[in-house]
């Protein structure tokens, strides 16, 4: 089993500059309160255990570590996945959600640089990944799912484009470096999260094809249960995740800049174990388990918070 301190796109402290850093959580704010104003007007409250399960789904999924050639490995990032079934609002801030979460429970990520990690793992690859399905979203379901992996694979190519220019831009490493390198690892992590993406939508437009009609559609019962159980099994699976080290980690033991990674301030669930459980297969399932209900949790209160301020809203102009 390999956790390491970097996951694939997951940017640590001391990668980037204290003004980069910054200005990644200017502009990551800013896309986070735009996400909570335009989720606010066609949000619908049945939509909340979905936006649950979805966050619990994409925490779970983004534990399992496949490996890709070259002895690195990656893992399914589901900022496409979100999007395309949420919406690209209540996408980016299902991301946010577990990215958080991610950084301030099991140190996974920094937490300076948390503002740069929404960057690229929620706000870039949601936009990118549904700008291109809505161009499709009426065409039959072969286009749309040629699209959707299409725009997976591009969206994760985009994030790893975001990341070398964040770096190059902190002095970390050079453009001419961090640019080939990371677009090259990610152009093949990045036909995992095509795949993942593709059959993961295919089965919503198989079974519930209004999912991806109307922002307030309805999941049903059963739909909400079937994530449910796929989510545990992906959490059973955890323990076997690839050890190879991942994209980013990779590029920057290959390019020297490793070692500039700060470790947290704080340890509560280090490398997505818990401590008095070691470091088994036991251990890493029920912090995956935890982290699963904690993001589905965040969620569904976020969204009911919404929720409640979309209704404040529509009472003050009745």
Known sequence: MFFASIQTLHIPDGFLSLFIAGLC???????????????????DERLVPLAGMMAAFIFA??????????????????????????GPWLGILV????????????QDGGLVVMGANILVMGITPALISYGLYRAVSHRPRRVQMITIAASAWLSIMGAALVTALLLGFSGTSSFRVAVPALLGVHA?????????????LNLIMKTRP?????????????????GVALTLLVIL??????????GLEWVAAENGFLDTAVTAPFQLLPGYTIPILGA???????????????????????????????????????
């Open 188 to 200: 093949l992590i990045g036909i995992g999260e095509a795949l993942i993406t593709a059959a993961a």
């Open 280 to 318: 088994g297969s036991l251990s890493t399932i029920v912090a995956s388990l935890i982290g699963a209900l904690l993001a589905a949790a965040i969620m569904i209160i976020l969204a009911r918070l919404i929720h409640g301020r979309q209704a404040k809203m529509k009472r003050l102009r009745d």
């Open 25 to 43: 959580w200017v502009v990551a704010i800013g896309f986070i309160l735009l996400a909570i104003r335009r989720s606010q007007r066609s949000f």
């Open 95 to 106: 991301m946010t959600a577990v990215i958080a979460l991610q950084a301030l429970l099991f």
């Open 237 to 246: 699976l955890a323990p076997f995740a690839s050890r190879f080290p991942d």
């Open 210 to 226: 209004q999912l991806l009609q109307s922002s307030a559609a309805v999941g049903g019962r059963g739909w909400i249960a079937s």
């Open 61 to 86: 999924g983004q534990m399992i570590n496949f490996p890709v050639a070259g002895g690195t490995s990656g893992h399914f990032i589901g900022a496409a996945l979100a999007a395309v079934a949420l």
